[in-house]
Structures are given as structure tokens and as C-alpha cells.
T-cell receptor, first 116, second 112 residues
């Protein structure tokens, strides 16, 4: 029973390039969450998605960041024209469709993005 | 909206107890506790819901005081494997229920 999968685990980009982070939720989970963690800090909520729907993107920067969770395939967090300040660990979590919030969120191992 | 955790760091000897607190300036509806080891994914410990309940498994338990807008995590007879950073995440209501705000963490080190 595989947990939440994220890839790549480490990603290095130069300023101005695009970063694509992938998250495959646990089997049977239809809710995905993305968080960002800076060194020595807590997790910061970015976005909450269900299949083909963005439920809450209140934590997502207005520019350069986007997220999707298509009907088929993993959820993608996309950062365009990366800057040094985007360097962080990006964690994805998933939860089952319990129908009654709050859901228990299970985290993946994270993608460590380094912008040179 | 970010909850405040205390203490920021604590060092214990094996077998000692610890309490980690999580306080919010806003009304609490749910508190989610996680432990994260360096470079790894946060591991879910437990979730507490509005109602002032207390939960526990093995030697780790937690309480939720709605009036004080506070939750506490209790670790008893600590083991080396308890070392890590403990985070509390607080949830709101409605569409904000799953939008968790995490504290900055409490770093726990258990030494032999």
C-alpha cells in the first residue's frame, strides 16, 4: 500500500526557468493539498484540490504559481519563472473523501527545490 | 492565524516526559499533530476536534481545550524514536476546515 508519492525528490532550476512538481495521492484518496516549507519553519498551506477542481487556493501566490489535479494522473504544482525565494521544500498531502471535514492529511516525502 | 507552539525546543533523557503546547488567537475547530524527522515527511499522530476531547495511543496523547484555544501534546516515558520536530496544525470551519495553519514547530531531542 504505497503512500503519497512525490517526484522529483530534488529539483534544481536556474532563475527564470519553470519547475514542475508532481504528486500522486494514496490509493483511494481524491483530495490533494500542497504546502511549502522554508528551512527551520513550519508548513505553509498553498492550495487544496479535488479531482478537476480547485477548492481553496488562498495560500497560493497570485503570480507564477498554479496547480492542477486532472481526472487522470498526478497533481502538478507549477512554478513559472522561478526566483531564488522559491527555494523551499514543497510537500503534498492527500486525504480520502470522508465527506466530513476536517480530513486527516497524509504527507509525501516532499520535493526540495533549489533555485540557482 | 498561525498557532504558537511552546517550547521551541526541548531535550529529554530517555524515559522522561514532555508537554508541547499549541495556542491559537482564533477559535479552534480542529488540531492536527504531526512529527517530522529531518529531511522526511511529516508523520500524522492524531487529530482532535472541537469538543474538548482527549486522545492518545501508546505513550503519546493530546488534549484540546476549546475555551483556552489551546491543545497540548503529552509524551510520556520518551524513547529515542520520539526525537523530531512536532508541529500542530489548526483548522477552521466550512471550506477552511482543511486549510491547516501550522506552528513553527517544537524540536524534541531524546538522548540516552
Amino acid at each position: 500500500n504505497a503512500g503519497v508519492m512525490q517526484n522529483p525528490r530534488h529539483l534544481v532550476r536556474r532563475r527564470g526557468q519553470e519547475a514542475r512538481l508532481r504528486c500522486s495521492p494514496m490509493k483511494g484518496h481524491s483530495h490533494v493539498y500542497w504546502y511549502r516549507q522554508l528551512p527551520e519553519e513550519g508548513l505553509k498551506f498553498m492550495v487544496y484540490l479535488q479531482k478537476e477542481n480547485i477548492i481553496d487556493e488562498s495560500g497560493m501566490p497570485k503570480e507564477r504559481f498554479s496547480a492542477e489535479f486532472p481526472k487522470e494522473g498526478p497533481s502538478i504544482l507549477r512554478i513559472q519563472q522561478v526566483v531564488r525565494g522559491d527555494s523551499a521544500a514543497y510537500f503534498c498531502a492527500s486525504s480520502p473523501p470522508s465527506g466530513r471535514a476536517p480530513d486527516t492529511q497524509y504527507f509525501g516525502p516532499g520535493t526540495r527545490l533549489t533555485v540557482l | 492565524q498561525q498557532p504558537v507552539q511552546s517550547p521551541q525546543a526541548v531535550i529529554l533523557r530517555e524515559g522522561e516526559d514532555a508537554v508541547i503546547n499549541c495556542s491559537s488567537s482564533k477559535a479552534l475547530y480542529s488540531v492536527h499533530w504531526y512529527r517530522q524527522k529531518h529531511g522526511e515527511a511529516p508523520i500524522f499522530l492524531m487529530i482532535l476536534l472541537k469538543g474538548g476531547e482527549q486522545k492518545g495511543h501508546d505513550k503519546i496523547s493530546a488534549s484540546f481545550n476549546e475555551k483556552k484555544q489551546q491543545s497540548s501534546l503529552y509524551l510520556t516515558a520518551s524513547q529515542l524514536s520520539y526525537s523530531g520536530t512536532y508541529f500542530c496544525g489548526t483548522g477552521g470551519t466550512g471550506t477552511g476546515a482543511n486549510n491547516l495553519f501550522f506552528g513553527t514547530g517544537t524540536r524534541l531531542t531524546v538522548i540516552p
